[in-house]
């Protein structure tokens, strides 16, 4: 599952240069082929299994995002409980259920979008996870992150706890040195990226 530009209202209309940051990495996303799809996931799912957390938040990823559902079996075959995010019929934080392997999850809101389908915990489950892994576009060196633009996780992060770990999982090329913000963005505390593994945030401090 990942943020979507459908059901797109936000609180209030945000800088020009986000869209342009958006643009440019969306056409470079549409440049990846299936080989490198691949051999990132593999490295994915290398790097994920050396987190240890007792419950991780994660996603399906969707269409270009790196990764795959491999992922998720190597979290939980380290013995993590993996919830996964369910949309919300209209725009709001998002709900969690847990992932208990590949026939648990179906179709949701968003054609392509994978969710799991046992009991919905409800969006404050959030605050007993230890570690978020989550879906961007990019992240600048101070931790903040670029999203597809819904606000699903934008509404959703306020509820973790202050002790968190919040992961973005992203290219090695889409760690960039600055991102415009807003007041609302919620900083990351480490980048994912097949490359580098696990990238501690802000750099340079």
């Known amino acids: 599952m990942t943020d979507t530009d459908n059901d797109r209202p936000r609180r209030v209309p945000e800088p020009a240069g986000k869209a342009r940051w958006r643009a440019e990495l969306a ?53 993590a409980r993996v919830l996964l995010p369910i949309v919300p019929p209209a725009p709001g934080p998002l709900d969690w259920a847990e992932y208990t392997g590949t026939s648990s999850l179906v179709t949701g809101r968003f054609k392509g979008v994978l969710e799991p389908d046992g009991p919905r915990l409800g969006p404050r489950a959030l605050a007993t996870v230890d570690r978020i892994l989550l879906p961007a576009l990019a992240v600048d060196h101070s931790g903040v992150r670029l999203g597809r633009g819904a606000g699903y996780y934008d509404r959703s992060l306020p509820l973790a706890a202050a002790t968190t770990d919040l992961v973005a999982v992203i290219r090695d090329t889409e760690l960039v040195p600055s991102l415009p913000a807003e007041s609302h963005d919620v900083r990351m505390n480490a980048a994912l990226t097949p490359g580098e593994g696990l990238i501690r945030l802000p750099l340079g401090n």
Do not use: M, N
């Open 27 to 79: 056409a470079r996303r549409a440049a990846i082929g299936p080989g490198q799809q691949v051999s990132e996931a593999h490295a994915l799912a290398g790097k994920v299994a050396e987190l240890t957390a007792g419950t991780v938040c994660c996603y399906v990823p969707f269409g270009s995002e790196p990764g795959a559902i491999t992922l998720l079996d190597v979290l939980r075959e380290a013995g």
